[in-house]
């Protein structure tokens, strides 16, 4: 074993799955603690995100797609926060009890709806700004995406008006917030009337229901020569309609799972792309969310045993992002 220590309990309770499948295929279950190697750390689990792909994991079709071969009981949960159980024999950034959040895609060690899970230092960092246990939880891979569309994708600079559609969403709120931050002037499309305000209230220049309002001719009142620069959440017959005012020469970015995939107008640049998980990354985030308040949403939180509930809620109306709480 190559950790320094590791946690007292062999065993520990999860929602884990037998067989890919629908919710009713999450059950709560007692599988062993995983072993750490000697550049990861074990984290006891307090909080994990339940991500907007974590039914499409379940159902097995990431799986499929990035090409792996699933080990069963095998543990969802991309993300999450909690405090370093055990640390492995190289790892010098991290000790015993310190409060860190996440992220590990398809984890093979199992992730974040457990107890306890095994990830490399390398995609772990110490909550940043004042940030709760839960949005620490929820925050990483949907900031890191949102970061990475902005900055690498997009390379959005300061004075640029950036469109974001889906923003009262996981990804959408954290943009609204890192694009402010970057100096752009923000055309929000958030869902309903209470996606509207939150967005407005995230800093958002201006911002209408993509549910109802007439996203063109406000976008074109925004910005009557065309807006520079996208990032969509949600794909669909208005974001189409929307993207029609970004300017010749413009750039949109989405990350890849975003359905039905936008379509760009003539002369606009589109690009889909993976949300980047690196120390640089993360370290860059923790920077601009400590620049000043930053609010991660919860719009509910679950007790780990209701991890179904959460994926049922997944598809309801909601703001910002769901938690499991796991004690
Ligand atoms: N490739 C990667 O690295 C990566 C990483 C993270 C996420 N993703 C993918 O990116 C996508 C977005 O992720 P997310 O976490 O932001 O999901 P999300 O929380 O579900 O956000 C999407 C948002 O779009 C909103 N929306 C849908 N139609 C709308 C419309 N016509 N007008 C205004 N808003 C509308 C939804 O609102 P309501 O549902 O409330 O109506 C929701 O708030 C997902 O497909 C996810 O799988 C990819």
């Given at each position: 074993m190559a950790q320094t220590s590791q946690a007292k309990a062999q065993t520990m309770r999860a929602v884990a799955l037998d067989q890919f499948g629908g919710?009713?295929?999450?059950k709560i279950q007692d599988i062993p603690v995983p072993q750490i190697e000697a550049d990861e750390v074990l984290i006891r689990v307090e909080a994990a995100g339940v991500g907007a792909w974590d039914p499409y994991e379940r159902e097995g079709r990431f799986v499929e797609i990035i090409g792996i071969e699933p080990k069963f009981p095998y543990v969802l949960g991309t993300d999450g926060a909690g405090t370093i159980a055990a640390i492995g024999k190289d790892v010098s950034r991290f000790k015993e009890g310190d409060r860190v959040y996440a992220a590990a895609l398809a984890n093979p060690k199992g992730g974040f709806y457990a107890q306890y899970t095994a990830v490399n230092e390398d995609n772990v960092s110490l909550i940043p700004g004042n940030l709760t246990i839960e949005q620490a939880a929820v925050l990483p891979t949907d900031a890191a995406t949102a970061l990475t569309g902005l900055e690498k994708v997009l390379g959005l600079k300061s004075g640029e008006s950036l469109m974001v559609f889906g923003a009262s969403g996981g990804i959408g709120h954290l943009a609204i917030q890192l694009a402010k931050r970057l100096g752009a002037k923000v055309f929000a499309i958030a869902s309903g009337d209470d996606g509207v305000q939150f967005a407005k209230r995230l800093g958002a220049d201006s911002a209408v229901d993509g549910r109802s309002d007439d996203v063109l001719n406000a976008a074109r009142e925004f910005a009557p020569n065309g807006i520079d620069a996208a990032l969509v959440t949600a794909g669909g017959k208005t974001t189409d309609q929307a993207l029609a005012a970004i300017r010749k020469g413009g750039r949109i970015a989405y990350p890849h799972g975003v359905m039905p995939e936008p379509t760009a107008p003539d002369g606009v640049d589109v690009e889909a792309y993976d949300g980047e998980n690196s120390p640089a990354l993360i370290e860059r985030l923790n920077e601009l969310i400590n620049s000043g308040p930053f609010e991660v949403q919860v719009d509910e939180t679950f007790p780990l045993e209701d991890a179904s509930r959460a994926h049922e809620a997944l598809r309801e109306h909601h703001l910002g992002k769901i938690a499991l709480r796991i004690d």
């Open positions: 919710p009713e295929a999450l």
